[in-house]
Structures are given as structure tokens and as C-alpha cells.
């Protein structure tokens, strides 16, 4: 909950820069796990598709929508399809507003699914990436005590799609295809609300690692953010303030475990 607060209020800070209050803008989700975002989105009064791959989990976000008041459903529609689909189902500048959160390191084609997304991007209009942050893949472990996990992160040779989610390499990247990296944050800096999910493990190719108590680090990380998420209407302010405040700043947002990025398109 805190994680998918911090990127919210992140993105609620960027829409805010640029555009006039009270427009209704057109977003585009890639991915949309479990439609958080995108949901809350709708009830702001913007007009969202989402894309999702998963089949159930297209279904789960079904099933929340069917919870929602008519008004949101009608403004909310979720299609099959992942980020390299962008192209079948949407004509250029389509979209204000363009999401991908926790995708680009599981895209089959990162480079590509990103040129997608900003041919559907309208000029002017906001991209936002989500990713881990590749280069500070020991910190938690190290942090934990996972010394074995920490060393592994250490001196493996990144993955080639490890080198296209560097920072430097990504900035490089959109600026070639218009959409330069106006400002980025740090997610989770001190580990509120647990890390996310999926994506490659910590030390690139290598196998994943057993926490102390015998559970692998994968789910521990799945453990403390299921925890996280256990009261959908309860954060931790304080922990909130911290983590937004520590996600804007030198040195401590370079060590985040995932980065936000908005791109503008030009």
C-alpha cells in the first residue's frame, strides 16, 4: 500500500505540473496488475484504458470495476494485450497520459514497447515508468544480512536487459524517441511496504536465495507486500512523508529498489 501510495502521489504531483485542473485526460495503463493505479485514476475523473496479459488478472480488475459506481465504470475499459500491442489497438497521440509500471523489465522487447508507447502519447503528454532500480541490487539484501545474495549482486555481470534499464541508458533512449526524462524518484527508499514483485532477481541471472529462516527472498519480498496491502485503507503517513522526502533527494533516491521516471513528449 505505501509502495503503490509513494507512486501515486508521484504521478498525482507530475499531472498536476502539467496540465490545467480539472481537465479530463485520456490515460493508457501497460500492464495493470491489479489496476490500482488505474482505478484511482477513474475516480479522478480521467478516461482509462488498461491493457493486461494476464487473463486473470484482467479478470480480478473486472471484478473490482463491477464494485465501482456507473460513473467510473464508463470512464474504465481493460483490454486484453501487453505493452508490444500498443500499436494494434491505439492511433498516434491517443493518450495523454501513458503508464507502465513494473512491465519494462519483463518486456520481451524493452526498446521497442517503449517506442509504442510514446507514438501513442500525444504532444505534451506524460510518461511514466516504473522500474527496479538495477544498479542497487545489493542494498537490500546486504541490509538484511543476506551477505551470499549481496556478493552475488555485487559481482554478476549485468543481463543485456539490465543495461537498457540503467538510468544513464534509458535517459539516452528517450530522448531518442521524444519523450526526455523531465524528473525521477526514488520508490521505497527505506523499504516501507515492502519491495515489488516479479522481475528478475537480485543478482541478475543467478538462482534466488534463501533468507535465514529458510524462505527465498522472492517471497519474502511477496510477503511483505501482501502485509503491506492487507488494510487497503490504512498508510502510514509518517512513513510516507519520510519515503516521499527521501525519494527526491541525493544520495538516498539512487539507492531506491525501484525508480519512477516521467518522460514528456516533444
Request: with cysteine; charged share 25%.
Amino acid at each position: 500500500m505505501i509502495r503503490q501510495e509513494l507512486v501515486a502521489r508521484q504521478l498525482e504531483e507530475r499531472i498536476a505540473a502539467h496540465f490545467e485542473v480539472g481537465r479530463r485526460l485520456r490515460v493508457l495503463d501497460v500492464g495493470l496488475s491489479d489496476g490500482a493505479q488505474a482505478l484511482r485514476l477513474a475516480r479522478w475523473g480521467h478516461e482509462v484504458t488498461g491493457l493486461e496479459a494476464d487473463p486473470q488478472k484482467l479478470a480480478a480488475v473486472d471484478a473490482a470495476l463491477e464494485q465501482e459506481p456507473e460513473g467510473i465504470r464508463a470512464r474504465f475499459r481493460a483490454l486484453a494485450g501487453s505493452g508490444q500491442d500498443t500499436g494494434a489497438h491505439f492511433l498516434p497521440g491517443a493518450f495523454d497520459v501513458v503508464l507502465c509500471h513494473d512491465v519494462l523489465d519483463q518486456a520481451r522487447d524493452p526498446d521497442s514497447t517503449l517506442a509504442g508507447l510514446a507514438r501513442v502519447l500525444d504532444d505534451g503528454g506524460l510518461l511514466s515508468l516504473v522500474i527496479p532500480n538495477v544498479t542497487a541490487r545489493a542494498m537490500r539484501p546486504g541490509l538484511a544480512g543476506d551477505w551470499q545474495t549481496a556478493r552475488a549482486a555485487l559481482t554478476a555481470e549485468p543481463a543485456e536487459g539490465e543495461r537498457f534499464l540503467r538510468l544513464e541508458t534509458l535517459t539516452s533512449f528517450l530522448s531518442r524517441i521524444g519523450v526526455p526524462m523531465e524528473r525521477w524518484y526514488g520508490v521505497g527508499v527505506f523499504g516501507a511496504g515492502g519491495a515489488p514483485t516479479g522481475g528478475a532477481s537480485a543478482a541478475g541471472g543467478a538462482e534466488t536465495a534463501e533468507a535465514p529462516d529458510g524462505t527465498d527472498t522472492a517471497q519474502a519480498a511477496h510477503t511483505a507486500d501482501t502485509a503491506d496491502t492487507a488494510n487497503p485503507d490504512t498508510v502510514d503517513e509518517a512513513a510516507v512523508d519520510a519515503e516521499e522526502r527521501a525519494g527526491r533527494l541525493d544520495p538516498y533516491r539512487g539507492v531506491a529498489p525501484s525508480l519512477h521516471l516521467f518522460g514528456v513528449r516533444s
